[in-house]
């Protein structure tokens, strides 16, 4: 396929803020390089053969040790970069990473793991297997792909774990239901915390 079809569609990938290129809880990570994603700006795959990788989000969260923000890709037709890639090929690979491969990106915006907004985006696009595995597996210690609570807790990103806490207990309590949730009560719950910090 081409860029010109996906165009002015929302994808997603993790990657690294510049501060934590080096940082070890990534040394150990098959996607240990680092590249940056500037908003509104074109960025273009370094090595031909590796290119970049973006994915339509519903299997992300499994693989939250990507990085520590939430890149948000959007080849807008209105940006002054579209004209340039928008008969690039992409490739749609399948994987369980649901990834697309193609040369050059447009960053729509970037946010930080450590802001509970992108656990609850990242909540929200998963696919039902997806969120069961990563609430199950929440507190895995593994390396490579490790649980969330355990990735956030790597990067002390509190206020993050505590959301994906309380949103892991609201979905056990419907019975892992996603329709279920109240994630407006989960941000009251959040912002009153957030706000008790602050005394």
Same mark, same amino acid.
């Given at each position: 396929?081409?860029?010109?079809?996906?165009?002015?569609?929302?994808?997603?990938? &993790?990657?690294?803020? %510049?501060?934590?290129?080096?940082?070890?809880?990534?040394?150990?990570h098959?996607?240990?390089?680092?590249?940056?994603?500037?908003?509104?700006?074109?960025?273009?795959?370094?090595?031909?053969?590796?290119?970049?990788?973006?994915?339509?989000?519903?299997?992300?969260?499994?693989?939250?040790?990507?990085?520590?923000?939430?890149?948000?890709?959007?080849?807008?037709?209105?940006?002054?970069?579209?004209?340039?890639?928008?008969?690039?090929?992409?490739?749609?690979?399948?994987?369980?990473?649901?990834?697309?491969?193609?040369?050059?990106?447009?960053?729509?915006?970037?946010?930080?793991l450590?802001?509970?907004?992108?656990?609850?985006?990242?909540? %929200? &696009?998963?696919?039902?297997?997806?969120?069961?595995?990563?609430?199950?597996f929440?507190?895995?210690?593994?390396?490579?792909?490790?649980?969330?609570?355990?990735?956030?807790?790597?990067?002390?990103? &509190?206020?993050?774990?505590h959301?994906?806490?309380?949103?892991?207990?609201?979905?056990?309590?419907?019975?892992?239901?996603?329709e279920?949730?109240?994630?407006?009560? &989960?941000?009251?719950?959040?912002?009153?915390?957030?706000?008790?910090?602050?005394?």
């Open positions: 396929m081409k860029i010109n079809e996906i165009k002015n569609r929302d994808f997603y990938k &993790l990657s690294k803020t %510049k501060d934590m290129k080096n940082n070890p809880i990534f040394k150990n098959i996607d240990y390089h680092y590249i940056e994603y500037i908003p509104d700006k074109l960025t273009v795959a370094e090595d031909e053969e590796m290119g970049l990788y973006f994915t339509s989000g519903k299997t992300l969260l499994r693989f939250i040790g990507y990085g520590n923000q939430l890149t948000i890709i959007n080849f807008d037709e209105n940006n002054e970069n579209y004209q340039l890639i928008m008969n690039n090929d992409c490739v749609y690979q399948g994987t369980i990473l649901d990834q697309y491969k193609t040369q050059a990106v447009i960053t729509k915006r970037n946010v930080s450590a802001d509970p907004e992108s656990i609850k985006i990242l909540v %929200k &696009l998963s696919d039902k297997l997806t969120l069961d595995t990563c609430v199950e929440k507190d895995i210690e593994n390396n490579i792909v490790p649980g969330v609570s355990v990735h956030l807790k790597r990067l002390g990103y &509190l206020e993050s774990l959301y994906w806490e309380e949103f892991v207990i609201e979905y056990e309590k419907v019975f892992y239901s996603i279920n949730v109240n994630f407006d009560e &989960l941000d009251k719950k959040y912002h009153f915390i957030n706000t008790s910090y602050i005394k």
